[in-house]
């Protein structure tokens, strides 16, 4: 099975300064979309940026993919808490597309809740004993690299500083089987999930 990981960042243009910028999808400007692609001899890890972010070239990326991998990306709402999360229900408002009625979707926030793993990413990670390879950044230093981006235009700036978007995406699989495995957490939620 060809499984793609999928992770955005966007840069928010809404008015919005509470809990409520994180339902304003139409205000959610997609920065980067990062996909990594596993299986079937496939191991590709692609990043669109600005305006390349279409829907056919999202499409074009998932061509052959049977199944993707989120955190906090659904559009369908949970069965647990009966929430959505962010990226898809941006995806759907910025480009048309509801992957998750596309295509076969695992959202791993509910996983994680199953088990006992509350809060975003990098907590469910350390809570798993997992090591980022790009330490540091958060949503504010994405944004920042964004706008540095856009100033000079120089496309490394996203690849090379964008350690956010390839960690989720390159992380997804370990994470999945670790989440899979674990049953108790010893971390106590500081913050529900955006989702």
């Known amino acids: 099975m060809r499984v793609a990981y999928i992770d955005i960042e966007t840069n928010y243009i809404g008015t919005h300064q509470d809990q409520k910028r ?12 990062g996909v990594r692609i596993v299986g ?26 049977q ?8 559009s369908i709402p949970d069965g647990i808490k009966n929430r959505v999360g962010f990226d898809f229900p941006v995806i759907a408002a910025q480009l048309g597309i509801a992957l998750d009625r596309e295509f076969a979707h695992t959202d791993l926030v509910p996983e994680c809740w199953m088990r006992n793993l ?31 981006y ?19 995406c390159l992380h997804a699989p370990r994470d999945r089987e670790r989440a899979k495995k674990t049953t108790i957490c010893s971390v106590t939620p500081t913050r529900a999930p955006f989702g």
Do not use: C
């Open 150 to 168: 856009m100033q000079t235009k120089n496309k490394k700036v996203p690849r090379r500083s964008s350690g956010l978007q390839p960690r989720r």
């Open 22 to 33: 994180f339902e304003d999808y139409e205000n959610h400007l997609i920065t980067v979309f």
């Open 40 to 65: 079937r001899g496939v191991d590709a890890f692609t990043q669109i940026i600005g305006k390349d972010i279409t829907r056919a070239n999202v499409l074009q990326i998932l061509r052959g993919v």
């Open 67 to 74: 199944k993707i991998v989120t955190y906090n990306g659904r």
């Open 118 to 148: 509350y809060g975003g990413q990098k907590k469910v990670e350390q809570a798993l004993g997992l090591k980022r390879k790009f330490e540091g950044g958060d949503g504010a230093w994405a944004v920042e690299t964004w706008l540095r």
